[in-house]
């Protein structure tokens, strides 16, 4: 098993940036393909970003692509996601979680129910 632990949301204005940190416990971490999605209020959990196991290969959203970037670090146990242009669209509550398959080859699950492991979440607020 793996915990996640989110952090680094907060109020930015448009146009401004964030990054979100999620640290992962458990020794097979880095086996793991890792995603961000989000939920804002009275909508269903979305997909945002996926990274591979090894970091070698990624996948965005089309709302996000040219704007976020995933990144990990498997010697921390660390999975990031850097938000640039942020807009008042994005707010949310942004969540990180864990997929057993991977993402070897590039061939990534996006859907919430393919992810087993999911940390508590990190309110994102963009102001207009």
């Known amino acids: 098993q793996v915990q996640l632990v989110e952090s680094g949301g907060g109020l930015v204005q448009a146009g401004g940036s964030l990054r979100l940190s999620c640290a992962a416990s458990?020794?097979?971490?880095?086996?793991?393909?890792m995603g961000w999605f989000r939920q804002s209020p009275g909508k269903n959990r979305e997909f945002v970003s996926v990274?591979?196991?090894?970091?070698?290969?990624?996948y965005y959203a089309d709302s996000v692509k040219g704007r976020f970037t995933i990144s990990r670090d498997n010697a921390k146990n660390m999975v990031y996601l850097q938000m640039n242009d942020l807009n008042p669209e994005d707010t949310a509550v942004y969540y990180c979680a864990a997929d057993r398959s991977g993402g070897i080859g590039g061939d990534f699950r996006t859907r919430p129910n393919d992810f087993f492991s999911w940390g508590q979440g990190t309110q994102v607020t963009v102001s207009s």
């Open positions: 458990g020794r097979t971490f880095s086996t793991y393909a």
């Open positions: 990274i591979s196991w090894n970091g070698a290969k990624t």
